[in-house]
Every structure is written in structure tokens, then in C-alpha cells.
């Protein structure tokens, strides 16, 4: 079997769930996990494979067939430049997410006191705001052990110090008594009632505790939470930045403003969608 017919196979399997440009990236994202690069792919298209090489594609192409996000399969993701590990307990980093640090890099890159990131998960935002904010202390909180493990492990691969914490968001004082001059989060924000219009890839494999707010009832559950904390944990020039559901800017924004926060923007991503919140006291 050679790396032509393997193609083939990635291609007739698959063509249900991506299109045909799709799959061919994804089958040079495993191929190069095997140590093959773009070129190496095409002066070898017709060799013969070993049989770890062809365990390797159809161990994960079988895994892709039930819908895996590739990254998952490769327990591995691209963000910021940077690598990061993941698994079932952490979210895929987002290009949104990559927004919200980008600016924070932009408006923050100065920022010589303490920062700390709300629900870290994978540790995406935190590690990449200590990447490139070197003066910064940086904090990241999580609910979950395992993803703390993962984020953890993220920290020491990409080469920065993050001083984890293991605890609930929403308890505004179990986790520090430290005061941040930047405080942000990507908390779950997808309502239950959303679950209709999501990707069943997203659905069957991320993790619900990082995605979906309890009850619809309280869709702001989260930023509550960041309010009451920022009330507490907030330096008086410190800003709050957010990833929010698109379709809960205003309230997003309002409740920040009753909780103190007068100062507060609604901002755009790339797709024009209400995406960020970012709140002051003045
Ligand atoms: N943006 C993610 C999604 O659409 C949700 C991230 C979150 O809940 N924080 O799946």
C-alpha cells in the first residue's frame, strides 16, 4: 500500500463529512505526525508504506470516520503560533479565542502586573498572554482536574509559568486573594437550547462542562460569576475581557455595567459577530 492509495481511502472515507480540500489537509496533518512533510508526500506518493506507517493512517482515519475532530486524533492543536495539547477534556482553541488574545496582546503588551484567566481549559489564552506579555504574572483557574492537567502540560511545552489554580469560577473567593490587573475568560456560554444548530462533531466529542451553561434560564451564569469576581479581585484601572455568545451582547454588556462596570464595549469578530466584552470601572 502506498501513500497514493492511502489518500485515496482518507478521500472515500471521509467525503461525507469534509470536502475534498478538507481531507487532504487533514491527511497531511497525520502524515506529518509520521515525520512527512508536503514535498516528502509527493516524491513518496507511490512507495510502499510500512505496516506502523499504515496502522498509524488507519488507526486514525477509522477514528476520523466516527467523527473525531482531527485534533483530538492527533491530540494535538494550532493556536497563536503555537502547539497545544489536547484531549476530550479541554475545547479545540477557536479562531475567535485567537482574537481576543491577539488584542489583549495588542492593548496589554506592557502590562507588568498580574493577569489571570477565568475556566482555562486547554491554558490557550493564558499561556499565549504570558508568551508575549513576558512581565506579566500570569494565573489560570479550572473547575476540572484533567484539564489543568492538559493545560499544565501546554505550560511546560510552550516554556512559560503559570501559576494554576484548581477550583470554581463562580466561588468568587475559594481560588486567590490576589488582586489582577487583567482578568479574562472564555467561559461556557452555549445555551441547551443552541445544541439544534451545533456541529455534531462539537456535540459528541468536546466537553459539555466547558461548553453549555447549566440552565437557560441564567445564560449569564458565567459572566455573573466574572462580575462578583472582578468586584473583589479587580485592580481599580484593571480591565475584564470576555469571549461571549454572539447572540447575548447587550445583556453581556448591561449586566457588566450593573455589577459597577460603567466603562463597557461590545466588539466584533472577524465573522461581524458580537464576540467580546470588555469592561472597566471608568
Ligand atoms: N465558541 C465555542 C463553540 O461555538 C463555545 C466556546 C464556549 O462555550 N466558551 O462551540
Redo the contacts with the bound molecule.
Sequence with gaps: MTIRDVKIEFQQKLATLYGAKEIQSIFSLVAEDLGFTPTSLVIHNEDELTETQQIHFFDCLKRLVSGEPVQYVRGKADFYDMQFCVNSSV?IP?P?TEELVDRIINEQGNCNGNIIDLGTGSGCIAISLAKHIRSAKVSAVDISSAAINVAKQNAEKNNVHINFLLGDMQDSQCVTDEEYDIIVS?????CNYEKQE?RPN?LQFEPHL??FVDTDENPLQFYIAIAKFAQLHLTEKGVIYC?INETLGNETAQMFQSYGFSNTQIIKDLFGKDRFVKATRS
Excluded: D, I, Q, T
Excluded at 472564555?186 to 452555549?190: A, E, M, R, S, T
Design positions: 475545547l477557536r475567535e472564555n467561559p461556557p456560554y452555549v451545533m462539537v466547558a461548553l469571549e
